[in-house]
């Protein structure tokens, strides 16, 4: 689970030969593929095993470390899938993924994971509610 | 520019026979077409013409009136064009939209504009910052 992606490093704000733990989860709701979720984490988080991810959630595995993150920059997009994509996501030609990139930061502004997630565009939609009172 | 659109009048908290004013805008960057923008508003907005969204943008002509949105709920989606949005913007077979559909309200809570836009998803993404501090 652990690789080089000097890239993602970058947005960790880590050197770019950085150890990353990397995770891929295919998520399913209703028995049928919903998305394809990338994570990187920092050196700090490689005790994190597919036995924790396989009982509940990153972000609740996280907790349990002790790790709160609190603040997310999101870029929400849209692409074709790779023939990759296509494949685990069970797409039609022609039915395009909705995307989404974060780096989640925990309360002292340090980077806690980096993620790449794609989902079927026709079952999924991000919900933001933006308030600037 | 008027129209009857009771989905769209329900969205904004109307009676469904109410008389919006529907505004459709093409948007360009770079000399080429990035968005394409339907709004709704209340019948309190009927006095805004084609001339102010020319001078300036919607929510400039809002702000000059006295309105200020403050809080949206936005829905962020893809799927792939109608002919007419694949049309206006210039997409190739297989090109997705990114789309936004959002209501907007003023601080006291009231309806103000309801949105539906879809991008050229191969030139925009959607920027959220989340925090939870």
């Known amino acids: 689970m652990k690789k080089y992606t000097p890239s993602v490093a970058a947005a960790l704000d880590l050197p770019a030969d950085a150890e990353l733990l990397s995770i891929v989860r295919l998520r399913f ?9 990338r994570n990187w984490l920092p050196p700090a988080y490689h005790g994190i095993t597919l036995k924790d991810l396989e009982a509940s959630g990153l972000y609740a595995v996280l907790r349990s470390r002790g790790t709160r993150p ?5 870029s929400i997009g ?3 899938p790779t023939a990759s994509e296509r494949r ?3 797409l039609r030609p022609a039915e395009p993924v909705l995307t989404m990139t974060r780096t ?3 309360s002292a502004g340090r980077a806690v994971e980096h993620g790449d997630h ?3 565009a026709q079952d999924y939609t991000i919900e933001v ?3 600037q009172r």
């Open 104 to 106: 989640a930061f925990d």
């Open 88 to 90: 685990h996501l069970r």
């Open 118 to 120: 794609c989902y079927r």
């Open 129 to 131: 509610l933006v308030d």
């Open 29 to 37: 709701a209703d028995g049928q593929p919903l998305a394809l979720m």
């Open 70 to 74: 609190v603040v997310a920059a999101q």
């Open 78 to 80: 849209a692409r074709p």
